[in-house]
């Protein structure tokens, strides 16, 4: 006697498309980004950085 195969059923290949429509130029004139201060906002507030620690400090690496 022949052993009889179970077979799977036969699954049709499905291909799918999405179709996104972007909108643009809604955000573009929304924010304003200004890094300075008020007196002069296209020039960002620098100071010198100062680092109270000292060379021989313990690190965890």
């Not at 498309?17 to 620098?46: F, H, M, R, W, Y």
């Amino acid at each position: 006697m022949k052993k009889q195969e179970k077979r799977k059923p036969y699954v049709v290949p499905r291909v799918d498309a999405t179709v996104v429509v972007l909108e643009q130029g809604i955000a573009a004139g929304s924010a304003s980004v200004n890094p300075g201060d008020s007196s002069n906002p296209s020039n960002p507030k620098t100071e010198d950085w100062f680092d109270g620690g000292g060379q021989n400090s313990d690190f965890d690496i």
